[in-house]
């Protein structure tokens, strides 16, 4: 006897109220139920999203299931091709000749190298965040620039022109913008990337562009994966660091273990890794008729892979809605998994690892200088979930 699949609908757009670092309860419920369920696309075509920590692994895994933009079944129109460079949206071969490049310049050994220039940012930063206090907006004061700076240096994006990226980016990742900011936006970032991709070429100076430049990579393909690098490098590390810390603020015992002991850090950055998951979906579209979880996905069918509920998952990691610094939190799929695991984890890891200590230190009474409830959020539209701002204060 067949048994009616378990479905999502309406797609949740809000989390619970009092429950900033949750998925939405209707997505936690919906794992519950079956770690596979029907939904239906924003576009009204009908698909699948998984929820459960193992079968987002295996579909992440699968060549059966094709990352390609073109490929994306969520509109009742055809969507066009990925832009030259932007891999994120691609499969191999296309996706292997923008990455391959790139991976010997991420690797964990080089992002290890840079550990004392980001502590050197920390630092400034820190060092400008307390002559200007004792308050400060977190995010604009420290979460942005450590990772703005780190990312312009590694591309070779001029320092006084980050600002300008900052703001852009943000209107790509925040879930808010009309459609027409957003055309805008694209349009500046391209317009100057193809500016500094001409400029490397004619006077290549010591960063991953130029470098880039000696390969057979067009100017239109370094555009893309500069544009991919940047957007990536800018806002999710940034998120991180400043819903982390709201999240230590918030769990007060957890913030105390790690001050108590700097070493557990390592262990705390993968922990907050897991229990924030900020990119919190991707999507594959199956390319042939895929057996998974017991029912059959159809070819040309798109399934929403939701990543934060993945690890929230209580067969991957008991207890799992509680922030635990000891936690063992390996694994997780914060950084996606397989072909498309993240390039810039590494880094990712490092300027957290450096940027939660050297907070915590500088700023042993640090402490929301708002109420929890009036912290800015971004909307669960937003590609990359974190706070708008987080005002915090500190005894002088």
Not at 57 to 86: C, Q, T, Y
Not at 285 to 311: C, F, K, Q
Request: net charge negative; with cysteine.
């Amino acid at each position: 006897m067949s048994v009616t699949p378990h479905t999502l609908a309406p797609l949740p757009t809000e989390r619970t109220s009092g429950c900033p670092f949750d998925p939405p309860k209707e997505l936690l419920d919906a794992r519950e139920q079956a770690p596979l369920s029907r939904i239906t696309h924003p576009g009204g075509v009908p698909g699948w999203m998984v929820t459960g920590y193992d079968l987002v692994r295996s579909v992440l895994a699968d060549p059966r299931f094709s990352s390609r933009k073109d490929l994306l079944n969520v509109v009742d129109f055809r969507l066009p091709p990925a832009p030259p460079g932007e891999f994120l949206l691609m499969d191999d071969p296309q996706h292997s000749r923008y990455r391959k490049p790139l991976t010997a310049r991420f690797t964990a050994r080089r992002m290890r190298l840079l550990t004392e220039r980001i502590e050197q940012i920390t630092t400034e930063c820190l060092d400008a965040m307390e002559k200007a206090g004792p308050s400060a907006d977190l995010v604009t004061a420290f979460a942005k620039p450590i990772p703005t700076i780190v990312i312009c240096e590694l591309l070779g994006v001029p320092y006084e022109q980050r600002a300008s990226f900052e703001e852009q980016i943000a209107l790509f990742m925040n879930g808010e913008p009309s459609d027409e900011e957003l055309t805008a936006a694209y349009t500046a970032i391209q317009r100057y990337l193809a500016e500094l991709v001409t400029a490397k070429r004619a006077r290549p100076t010591d960063d991953v562009l130029s470098e880039l430049t000696d390969s057979d990579l067009t100017d239109e393909e370094l555009q893309g994966v500069a544009l991919i690098l940047l957007a990536a490098g800018l806002d999710t590390t940034a998120n991180m660091l400043a819903l982390g810390t709201f999240a230590l603020l918030q769990h007060p015992e957890q913030l105390a273990a790690l001050r108590a002991d700097f070493s557990r850090t390592d262990k705390a950055v993968e922990e907050l890794l897991r229990y924030l998951t900020v990119v919190k979906t991707s999507m594959r579209t199956a390319t042939e008729d895929v057996e998974l979880g017991g029912r059959t996905i159809e070819r040309g069918t798109t399934v929403l892979l939701s990543y934060n509920t993945a690890d929230r998952d209580p067969e991957r990691y008991p207890d799992p809605h509680t922030l635990d610094i000891h936690r063992e939190a390996g694994r997780h799929l914060a950084f996606g998994h397989g072909v498309h695991l993240c390039l810039g984890a590494q880094l990712a890891r490092v300027e957290m690892r450096v940027a939660f200590p050297a907070l915590l230190k500088r700023f042993p009474t640090l402490r929301l200088a708002v109420p929890a409830e009036e912290v800015a959020l971004r909307p669960e539209t937003a590609d990359v979930y974190g706070v708008k701002s987080l005002p915090v204060t500190w005894d002088v």
